[in-house]
């Protein structure tokens, strides 16, 4: 009979020496399974990172919620994927000079007094869409227009 198969009867009366060969295969069986998860979760990651070097190489311009929709992954994973190109490649990862941001700002706040002139009549949740920014950074835009 198979050792797998064996009842719990049976194995009460197993040497010591059997018992802890079994306890070493199970534990050897769960690392090699654990590693082979890890390397799937290590490999996934490359494949994100390159992936998103190639969409940044590719649309420079694209906000990271952009990213983040064209890739399916989280915002803040775009985020940290991001860094990590930043700290492989120099600034040529991701956008990172203050003064493009600062530029990038300024464009979509003119967008912004132009939507609010041409269209009075659209909602907040649309100018969002159409300066693709959350309604947050809307309100911030808002404020600085006003004051």
Same mark, same amino acid.
């Given at each position: 009979m198979p050792k797998s198969y064996?009842?719990?009867?049976?194995?009460?009366?197993?040497? *010591?020496?059997?018992?802890? !060969? +079994?306890?070493e295969a199970v534990i050897r069986k769960a690392e090699e399974e654990a590693y082979t998860g890890f390397d799937k979760?290590?490999?996934q990651k490359k494949e994100n990172l390159d992936r998103l070097y190639k969409v940044v190489q *590719?649309?420079?311009?694209? !906000? +990271?919620?952009?990213?983040a929709k064209h890739l399916r992954i989280s915002i803040r994973t775009v985020y940290r994927?991001?860094?990590?190109?930043?700290?492989?490649?120099?600034?040529?990862?991701?956008?990172?000079?203050?003064?493009e941001q600062i530029q990038q700002?300024?464009?979509?706040?003119?967008?912004?007094?132009?939507l609010l002139k041409t269209h009075p009549e659209y909602s907040r949740r649309r100018l969002c869409e159409e300066l693709k920014v959350s309604q947050k950074t809307l309100y911030s835009y808002l404020g600085e227009i006003e004051g």
């Amino acid at each position: 009979m198979p050792k797998s198969y064996r009842s719990s009867v049976e194995r009460r009366f197993e040497s *010591e020496e059997e018992r802890e !060969t +079994r306890r070493e295969a199970v534990i050897r069986k769960a690392e090699e399974e654990a590693y082979t998860g890890f390397d799937k979760l290590v490999e996934q990651k490359k494949e994100n990172l390159d992936r998103l070097y190639k969409v940044v190489q *590719e649309h420079p311009d694209w !906000t +990271r919620s952009e990213l983040a929709k064209h890739l399916r992954i989280s915002i803040r994973t775009v985020y940290r994927y991001g860094q990590e190109l930043r700290k492989m490649y120099g600034a040529g990862g991701m956008k990172t000079s203050l003064s493009e941001q600062i530029q990038q700002k300024k464009k979509r706040i003119a967008k912004l007094v132009k939507l609010l002139k041409t269209h009075p009549e659209y909602s907040r949740r649309r100018l969002c869409e159409e300066l693709k920014v959350s309604q947050k950074t809307l309100y911030s835009y808002l404020g600085e227009i006003e004051g």
